[in-house]
């Protein structure tokens, strides 16, 4: 029974990219780390995937043949893979027990939602005895303007609440920040004093602000794990979190990478715990 | 009231129909094409969607005149996604254009319809998007219509989270916000509405909902509490873009949207005007630079001529499209309404071919 991790988000927070860093990080540390594609509108792939989507139906195959736009070609692929999820199964179950999947996975919300494809793929892939989270890949462009930070956060929340799986929110491209910024927002750690710093002159809006905020403390939806592709430290921090989620560490302790350059005195759990020192 | 002293922005109500794909954007603004030329309303309409196959409806702006879709799939290599958001990048390069006929224009119209892209994303998300609602919020008195599939909301799970998307929307472009629930003539909207009223009647539908993908956690509640203060500030209206049924309120929502927006966002705008407009024009030039990188980052040698697939400069096309006269042909059915084939509940759109063969066709 390997590990998942689905990456979700809007189109161009990063998932692929990320996906492609956590595998060439896997490589490094020898980790058994693989990317399966599940996006059938999927361009360049900048990882090897070891199953691809695409092998079965692509978007443009059914926008030429059978006439589609392009949602309505989205949701024929996602549809043709649930109706052929054997496909699937067969392909998940050649992996090693210990081994991390990374699911790079389509961004439109209309699968999580109104055409819930991909909760259905879910509770499939968990009857198959596949031990998943879901790492939500938001901008971290968002962190620039309050509202637009609660839009990040909802935008994630909308799809997370059709999938039953531990979650986390990955704050992509922090590379793109001033660093104050980013340091700034990890060290408050609160939605609720974040949000007071900003000016809130729109009182119509200032209840539903507030209300938003405690929800996202108190269900400790602002632990978001910053991400660059640009930095080489970034993965093992990503990882240390999901393999909590999916309790990685407890089935294959073996494998978890000791002496991580420059890192060697440092407990992944410790060095984890401060940097999500508001998670619960 | 303080009506009176809140000072009116003038000019049109823009009105950007935003929703998931498939809720009846498109079908809705053909409606409310048809609508106001029954009625006399003065409305300009604009197509943002570069993807649509075909806009019943002449619009007066159509992305689709400036930007060939196909063409930039082609010349870029890109996917049926990253050729919506380019395309709208391309034409958002030229938003200033259409500003200045919407400016030259003011007088002319009470409304500015709007449609966009299928994919909610490409609008939302990207700074195209914002770029185009933020240049239109500037000067005009803007809303957004959330358009509601209400027939696909019937299960609570879902109808939580079109809601808590809305909010995002909501928060994204800070505008705002009427939920038109549409497709009333399939689904009434009487359960969605009881449920915005009445939390704890959405409670027990979470409970009861026995729907394979429903999992209700204390993170659904805790939710349903926020959504609780989100209907508070959002408008709502039931509509059947098929039959027509509701769109006479849809006007007055419009109506209401720009009283709404005169109180919070466009005072904002008048109180720290030039602050705003600094921080407006900032955002816009950051906004334009991405693009810039964006559609630069297309071209390997980072040349930016004009980009090949935009085929005509933004213009506007009041040859072809005449305002609507004012008292048109009161005809029960003109050939202009929206012709809709909805069937309830439609079975999943999967057509058994074989494995051997997509792949057969796929491998290119
Ligand atoms: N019964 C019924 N069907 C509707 C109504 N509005 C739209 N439809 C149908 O819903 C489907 C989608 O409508 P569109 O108008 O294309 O939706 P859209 O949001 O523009 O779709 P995209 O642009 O692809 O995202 C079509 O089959 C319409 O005929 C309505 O009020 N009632
Ligand atoms: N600066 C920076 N750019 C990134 C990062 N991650 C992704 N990008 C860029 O964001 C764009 C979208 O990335 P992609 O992974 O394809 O997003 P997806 O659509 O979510 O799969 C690409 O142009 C990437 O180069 C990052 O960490 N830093
Ligand atoms: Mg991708
Ligand atoms: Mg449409």
Known sequence: MPFGVLVIGPAGAGKTRFCAALQTYGDVQSRSIHVINLDPAAEDIPYRTDVDVREIVTVDDAMAELKFGPNGGLVYCMEYLLAHSEWLEEKLLAFAPEDTILFDCPGQLELYTHVPVMPRLVALMQRWDTRLCVAYMMDSVSLGEPSKFIAGALAGLSAMLQLPLPRLTVLSKTDLLAPDVLEEFLEIGSATTFLQTCDNRNTKFLKLTTVIANLLDDHSLLSYVPFSIHDEDSPSHVLTYADQLTQYTDEAEVRIPRDIEGEEEEDPDTAFKALMHHHR | ???????????????????????????????????????????????????????????????????????????????????????????????????????????????????????????????????????????????????????????????????????????????????????????????????????????????????????????????????????????????????????????????????????????????????????????????????????????????????????APVSNTPPRQPPPPPAATKGAKSPDEPAVAYVRDAPPRVRTRSKQDTRAS???
């Open chain 2, 1 to 311: 009231m303080a009506e009176g002293e809140v000072e009116r922005t003038p000019g049109p109500v823009v009105a950007l129909l935003i929703g998931m794909a498939g809720s009846g954007k498109s079908t809705l603004f053909h409606r409310i094409h048809y609508e106001a030329a029954q009625t006399g309303k003065r409305c300009y309409f604009i197509n943002l969607d570069p993807a649509a196959l075909e806009v019943p409806v002449e619009a007066n702006i159509d992305i689709r005149d400036t930007v060939d879709y196909k063409g930039v799939m082609r010349e870029y290599s890109l996917g049926p996604n990253g050729a919506i958001v380019t395309s709208l990048n391309l034409f958002a390069t030229q938003f200033g254009d259409v500003m200045d006929i919407l400016d030259e224009r003011t007088k002319e119209f009470d409304y500015i319809i709007i449609d966009t892209p299928g994919q909610i994303e490409a609008f939302t998300w990207s700074a195209s998007g914002q770029l185009i609602a933020e240049s239109l919020a500037s000067t005009l008195a803007t809303c957004v219509v959330y358009v509601v599939d209400t027939p696909r909301s019937r299960s609570p799970a879902t109808f939580m989270s079109n809601m808590v998307y809305a909010c995002s929307i909501l928060h994204k472009l800070r505008l705002p916000l009427v939920a038109a629930f549409n497709k009333i003539d399939v689904q009434p909207p009487e359960t969605c509405f009881s449920w915005m009223d009445d939390f704890e009647a959405f409670h027990v539908a979470l409970d009861e909902d026995d729907s394979s993908e429903a999992y209700v956690t204390s993170l659904h509640r805790s939710m349903s509490l926020v959504l609780d203060e989100f209907y508070r500030v959002l408008d709502r209206v039931a509509v059947s873009a098929a039959t027509g049924e509701g769109i006479d309120n849809f006007w007055a929502k419009l109506d209401a949207s720009r009283l709404l927006y005169d109180e919070t966002y466009g005072a904002e705008i008048r109180r720290k005007k030039a602050d705003y407009r600094k921080r407006h024009d900032d955002n816009v030039e950051e906004n334009m630079a991405r693009l810039r990188v964006d559609v630069a980052e297309l071209d390997p040698d980072s040349q930016p001529p004009p980009p090949p697939a935009m085929v």
């Open chain 2, 362 to 364: 796929s491998s290119s």
